[in-house]
């Protein structure tokens, strides 16, 4: 996004248009060992960015920090307001949403009420199990837009695995959240699963701004705007995904010199 750049694409709610994820000299320490050193990001709404690298390159710290659980200097905003050093429960009220590598559901309740809780729904523990009159809109639209209409009475605990990732999305969307960090979202997931993850991210981040940390080089090659390659806490290479791949160092860190046969990025790991 630029300054001079004012063409919007069709559909696109005006609300998100200045929710941008901005992160300049981003540094995270921990007992005098730099597990971030002075990272630089920008990414914007509809461009879907996967934050790859080995094991110890600091892409979960990296979301920590953005959401509050780590500690960090350095500057990070979204949408204007700056994330590090603030709270996380602030973090989360100005738009900020994250997943983590097993979905944080409620399993012992049903679709429709995880969704009712995390809008923060008035409706008192007591009346969650009284029939409705009807369903929020937003709740509705988060329904149809991680494909679990038609599974809104079931039990989250009974959900496939893949449901339950779609479901804490949806819990974030419901929540207006504008800026979505996902970690690992389809590790665990059947080959239909990570396809229809692929198309719901696209969905979602047509609007929002989302940062994918993965490690599933296929995945990644199907779905990625573009991707930021880490290494030992820094930016190893930033683009598409031809040009990451592409690139010599990203070879090197990942396989060694000489071994270019196998894809790059097979590393797991923070």
Not at 21 to 41: H, I, P, S, T
Not at 233 to 246: K, Y
């Amino acid at each position: 996004m630029t300054d001079t750049d004012t063409t919007e694409p069709e559909g696109t709610d005006q609300r998100f248009r200045h929710d941008y994820l901005e992160v300049r000299g981003l540094r995270v320490e921990f007992d005098g060992f730099v597990a971030v050193g002075g990272v630089d990001l920008t990414v914007t709404p509809g461009d879907l960015r996967f934050l790859i690298g080995p094991n110890g390159a600091g892409k979960t710290t990296i979301v920590d920090a953005l959401t509050g659980l780590a500690p960090a200097t350095g500057s990070a905003q979204f949408g204007g307001v700056e994330l590090v050093g603030n709270k996380v429960h602030r973090i989360a009220r100005s738009g900020v949403g994250r997943t983590f590598q097993t979905a944080s559901v409620f399993d012992e309740l049903t679709v429709l009420q995880n969704l009712d809780i995390a809008a923060g729904s008035r409706r008192g523990p007591g009346t969650l199990q009284r029939k409705r009159s009807g369903t929020p809109p937003a709740v509705e639209e988060a329904l149809e837009t991680i494909g679990l209409a038609g599974a809104r009475d079931r039990l989250a605990g009974v959900l496939a695995h893949g449901q339950k990732q779609w479901l804490e999305i949806g819990m974030l969307l419901v929540q207006d959240a504008r800026l979505l960090l996902l970690d690992e979202p389809v590790a665990g997931m059947s080959h239909a699963e990570r396809e229809e993850t692929g198309q719901l991210l696209r969905r979602i981040g047509a609007e929002r701004t989302v940062v994918v940390v993965e490690h599933d080089m296929e995945f990644l090659r199907s779905f990625a705007s573009s991707v930021t390659v880490l290494h030992q806490g820094r930016v190893l290479s930033e683009g598409s995904v031809a040009h990451v791949q592409a690139d010599p160092r990203v070879v090197e860190v990942y396989l060694g010199s000489g071994s270019r046969g196998r894809a790059v990025g097979a590393g797991t790991g923070s």
